[in-house]
């Protein structure tokens, strides 16, 4: 009797364990990694996997909360990719990960319950916004609200809570993704970018009204009066954020340089030699008040090489130098926007389509300047063959449309994109262009820049750590020099001035399109100092090559 007794006990003691083991495995799947986040000195709990189910791109999946290496077609892929479990990844990739399901379990439960009234079907019962910001509701009638972020704060999560059982909220189009029932991280560029939410009956797939959010970040030290010479100040530089870590034997943050004056740098620039390529070590520097940390002048700020000058040259002179010559451009959206700038600073107005995804010609300087453009972009898919290479049968398709084509000199072509170009590509164009009797132009080169790769973008399903895209980079870029194409460098000034992207979701745009004339919607003015900056660059070598 008393071994029966005891086998019982054992029986249900085996059983307690058993339950207690399956209880913690749940906690583990539910909760996840249980590390405490610190946002601007705020302590937050991490967001929860329960939260985030969908695998899809365009919500938090496992791997970009949690740090893992992802795989694809059963394969891990670590090279130029990030060791996310070495302590060099940068903390700001977790940090912009903000607890909104927080938020929810403090509010009380009476608001979770939907309506079935009809009259209800367009209406919003609550938008939960992570970090918290102040909200006007119903601003006017496709309004919604207006939302005012400072310039640091370029990351939210979201959760939009319809009043109506029977809807659901789509962000941006009918079958975009909804955000009614999981978090979205949105990261919003400077200046307005705009949230449409379509609010989708259910049961219908019904449209039933398209609302729209407006958030206005504000560009850095934008509050600032314009920078007086006269008034006390220092010199300072920049070349990298401590945010955005790619060498650990530079310094970070604002560091204030030799410099007495902004005008003793400017005299000092003058006096250097003009630089050989559009690839050179180089910093921001800029004015800021004896304490850095009050207030900088960043509308002054300029890339300034560490040995040399990109020679600039006005107007009447770019018409001369480039009069007789054929610009082709082929890459992806960013040297689209770099494309418009030059034609804007060339030109003197910018008249053109605001389409990116399409050829486009343009005849300047009275006819006798061509430019040429076509859209571009791959991933990560690597060209096996020539004869099957997507990017060499989008080139040829742009030759064969933009003749005709001289082989000399007084063809350039510029070529590359944010992420898409490798070794490979070069070494291909250069046996192309042999190939079809084109060996002789000019070829440019513009590095990968800020955007796709970054955590900060929303686009990025993989992200990559900064020190390992600036291995990446480097690699392209001594191969380019190696073949002797020139090079225009875009990653080292975006990613020393990340946070300062424009619209869009992958934050890789540093720039704007500005209508500047109501009776003509194709004339804008390009914005951006950063674009600009490149774009003056790559200007500098067009004259000099």
């Known amino acids: 009797m008393e071994n029966s007794q005891c086998s019982s006990l054992c029986r249900k003691q085996y059983c307690a364990f058993l339950f207690m083991l399956l209880l913690a495995t749940c906690a583990v799947i539910l909760i996840g990694d249980s590390t405490v986040l610190e946002v601007q000195g705020k302590v937050h709990q991490p967001w929860t996997l329960a939260l985030f189910r969908n695998t899809s791109n365009d919500h938090l999946t496992t791997a970009e909360i949690m740090g893992k290496n992802e795989t694809r077609n059963g394969e891990i892929h670590t090279k130029y990719r990030p060791d996310f479990r070495s302590k060099n990844v940068n903390d700001d990739r977790k940090s912009v990960f903000i607890d909104i399901e927080n938020s929810i379990r403090k509010e009380n439960v009476s608001v979770w319950k939907c309506s079935t009234d009809v009259s209800s079907l ?242 300047i300087n009275s006819n006798r300047t061509r430019i040429v453009f076509d859209y571009y972009r791959e991933h990560d898919k690597l060209p096996k063959t020539m004869e099957v290479d997507n990017s060499w049968n989008r080139f040829r398709q742009l030759i064969q449309r933009a003749q005709p084509i001289e082989n000399s000199r ?34 440019i080169f513009k590095s990968p820049s800020m955007g796709f790769w970054s955590w900060h973008s929303a686009s990025a399903s993989k992200p990559v750590e900064a020190g390992n895209l600036r291995r990446f980079t480097t690699e392209v870029l001594r191969t380019a020099r190696q073949l002797g194409v020139d090079v225009i460098d875009t990653f080292y000034p975006t990613v020393s001035r990340y946070k300062e992207f424009r619209s869009g979701s992958c934050a890789c745009h540093f720039h704007s399109l500005v209508a500047t004339n109501s009776k003509y919607p194709n004339q804008f003015h390009i914005e951006g100092p950063i674009n600009e900056v490149v774009s003056r660059i790559l200007l500098s070598r067009l004259c000099k090559i």
């Open 122 to 363: 367009p209406d919003i019962k609550r938008v939960l916004v992570s970090p918290s910001i102040q909200q006007n509701r119903m601003v006017s009638r496709n309004i919604y609200d207006t939302w005012h972020i400072p310039f640091e704060q370029f990351f939210l999560g979201f959760l939009v809570v319809p009043e109506h059982c029977d809807v659901e909220v789509r962000l941006d189009k009918m079958n975009g993704p909804v955000v009614s029932r999981k978090p979205f991280k949105y990261n919003f560029g400077i200046g307005k970018t705009a949230i449409r939410l379509f609010l989708v009956q259910k049961s219908s797939t019904r449209l039933i009204v398209v609302l729209n959010i407006h958030v206005l970040r504000e560009a850095r030290g934008e509050r600032l009066p314009a920078f007086d010479s006269q008034q006390p100040h220092a010199v300072y530089e920049l070349k990298q954020e401590c945010s955005m870590i790619f060498n650990k034997e530079l310094p970070c943050g604002l560091q204030i340089t030799r410099y007495k004056t902004w005008q003793r740098l400017m005299q000092d620039l003058t006096a250097r030699p003009t630089c050989d390529t559009g690839y050179e070590e180089g910093s921001w520097v800029l004015p800021c008040a004896p304490d850095a940390n009050a207030s900088c002048y960043w509308r002054e700020a300029a890339w300034i090489p560490k040995r040399c000058r990109h020679e600039q040259f006005s107007r009447a002179e770019m018409l001369q130098n480039l009069s007789g010559r054929t610009l082709v451009f082929l890459g992806d959206s960013t040297l689209h926007a770099i494309m418009y700038s030059v034609l804007e600073l060339i030109n003197g107005t910018l008249i053109a389509p605001k389409t990116v995804k399409a050829y486009a010609e343009f005849a």
């Open 410 to 443: 007084n063809t350039v072509l510029v070529f590359g994109g944010a992420e898409w170009i490798r070794p490979q590509h070069l070494h291909y164009l250069q046996l192309r262009l042999k190939e079809i009797g084109l060996q002789n132009i000019s070829t």
